[in-house]
């Protein structure tokens, strides 16, 4: 009798659901990619769970043991252009490190690292800067090429610009801190290595800019955006937060506003690393560097490197008690961002050059590279941070995921449920990115505007799906064709057994 009661209880709960969604007003997704890593299309999950997915650490691909470079190599930009990958950092030993002390280096500079593979990479000799009496280097920028705004090349951050209207001799830009007056500045350049000043103006006064500051096309709303680093009073914001703004050119940008994170804890955040996903460029994705000085404790003390962090604990105590790990937040907007409480990449095993001030600091940006297995498909490399201020050079970190792999819609062997908010597509067909266990499936119904199945798309019509694939298109008994759906208000009924669910997407079958 109560088992009874309790479904009569859900059931009206679903109805009441659905009653309450009538009346909003569908979410067209077109024929976009929908990555299920927040709940802006779900309207209810029943078994299933959205799981946050970690990348698998890989190789170090890179150290900065050049001459020029050092331990203190940080705020690194990551970018495809064409047939090769780059790598922009900055060079220079960290101030309160033991190697500092050794070699005394007052320099910081701007270098760039080139790769065909995304794991083998090169240092250009450019001939642009002069190190020691030799331009054989792969240097963009020192403090002399920048001293009519007072720049740094210490926090800087490069992009493409893919601005249709952008000019080709402007198509590359860094964005750079200068002190004449104290501001943001874009570099501009042709080529991605020659660079000059655009403006003697900031575009950006507001701020405290120590950071990784940048700035990007967003092609879906046709805006430039810049985020960077700001402190105000009290909370998290106090400490470290994000301010963002918007604008239709990059050389000037109207007051900047905080960042938020409904339902987040209160956290310290070192950067941002905003950009949109290259695979659905409506969807913001951030990764920014949790900084959390835990203090003195055993456990503090039985972590890796202890001489080295009491040697920094002298120069300033935090240098010594802080560390560091990597998060995960998505956007809708650019302004209102779900961020995960759980790190996406943790510090890792006690070993040198672990559990660092500055350790796992992901670059910003990332590319598709081939998969270590063969015939498997490409998959996502992210770089990180290792060994920060430790020794003699920072390690670059590689870092994979699978495609659209960030976050599922993941469900037990008992199974699940989920069920979306009312949708309007555009398309012919259903592809999803899916992966299950050999006894798991996935299986899909479409419902209409009141959540009844449609003939044709039932649940039990539709053909089991199980494997591992990015684009598995969904058939029913009748075939794949949804096209007589296309345009109507829709709901789509995931019905998951030891599976996980990365997107879907509705298109014309001919990628789009």
Known sequence: MKLQSLFIFC??????????????????????????????????????????????????????????????????????????????????????SKAYKTIKNSWETLCVAESKDGINWTRPELGIVEFQGSKKNNLILNRAMVR???????????????????????????????TRPRGLYLLVSANGTHFQLKSNKPFATQGAFDSQNLMFWDSVNGVYR?????????????????MTAVSKTPTSFPEPQWLEYPGAAEQALYTNQIQPYFRAPHIFMGFPMRYNDRGWSPSMTKLPGLEERQFRAKQNPRYGTTVTDASFMTSRDGLTFHRWGEAFIRPGPARKDAWVYGDNFIFWGMVPTKSHLEGA???????????????????????????????????????GQLLTKPLKFDGSQLAINFSTSAVGSIRVEIQDADGKPIPGF??????????????????????????????????LHFELKDADLFTFQFSNGNGR
């Open 226 to 242: 810049e985020f960077h680093r700001a402190f105000s009073e009290g909370g998290y914001k106090g400490v470290r937060g994000i």
């Open 11 to 96: 059931a009206c709960i679903n109805s009441m659901l659905i009653a309450v969604s009538r009346g909003a007003e569908p979410i067209d997704i077109g024929s976009r990619r929908e990555l299920l890593v927040d709940h802006h299309l779900i309207e209810r999950l029943d078994g299933v769970r959205l799981e946050l997915h970690r990348p698998v650490r890989r190789e170090v691909v890179f150290r900065t043991d050049a001459a020029w470079e050092g331990n203190g190599s940080g705020y690194q930009s990551v970018l495809q252009d064409g047939d090769r990958f780059r790598i922009y950092y900055r060079g220079g030993h960290h101030p309160n």
């Open 377 to 415: 498909p490409d998959e996502i490399s992210l770089y990180a941070t290792e060994g920060y201020w430790q020794g003699n050079a920072t390690s670059f970190r590689r870092y994979t995921l699978r495609m659209d792999g960030f976050v599922s819609a993941q469900a037990p062997f008992k199974g």
């Open 148 to 178: 009519e705004i007072g720049g740094s090349p210490a926090h800087t951050a490069v992009f493409k610009d893919t601005n249709p209207d952008c000019p080709d001799s402007e198509r590359y830009k860094i964005v750079i801190v200068g």
């Open 458 to 491: 039932t649940l039990a019509e539709c053909d089991e799906q199980f494997g591992d694939q990015l684009e598995r298109v969904v058939s029913w008994k009748n075939g794949m064709d949804v096209s007589q759906l296309s345009g109507k208000i829709v709901r």
